[in-house]
């Protein structure tokens, strides 16, 4: 099973940006498809962001798209989230996880690996 830890997140103004990290353990990371999801308090986890195994394929919600940016380097099993022009309401904890499914999954159920969050929190 691979262990999944994210870093990066942290407090920063509207307009600004953060990248944050998912680091795998295990030789297996480029057999995974990968999504970010987030959660604010009281809402259900959504949809951020999906990327294939090879990196080529993306997905973003709508609310994401044109500001964040998914990428993967399998070399150093790592999944990344750049984001950009940030704000309040992209404020949650943020999650990744892995899917064996070979599209781009944008359901909670399809991924079945899961980190232990990081917490964005963007100031007005």
């Known amino acids: 099973q691979v262990q999944l830890v994210e870093s990066g997140g942290g407090l920063v103004q509207a307009g600004g940006s953060l990248r944050l990290s998912c680091a795998a353990s295990?030789?297996?990371?480029?057999?995974?498809?990968m999504g970010w999801f987030r959660q604010a308090p009281g809402m259900e986890r959504e949809f951020v962001a999906a990327?294939?195994?090879?990196?080529?394929?993306?997905n973003y919600a709508d609310s994401v798209k044109g500001r964040f940016t998914i990428s993967r380097d399998n070399a150093k099993n790592t999944l990344y989230l750049q984001m950009n022009s940030l704000k309040p309401e992209d404020t949650a904890v943020y999650y990744c996880?892995?899917?064996?499914?070979?599209?781009?999954?944008?359901?909670?159920?399809?991924?079945?690996?899961w980190g232990q969050g990081t917490q964005v929190t963007v100031s007005s």
């Open positions: 295990g030789r297996t990371f480029s057999t995974y498809g």
């Open positions: 990327i294939s195994r090879s990196g080529i394929g993306r």
């Open positions: 996880a892995t899917t064996r499914n070979s599209y781009l999954a944008t359901t909670y159920a399809a991924y079945d690996n």
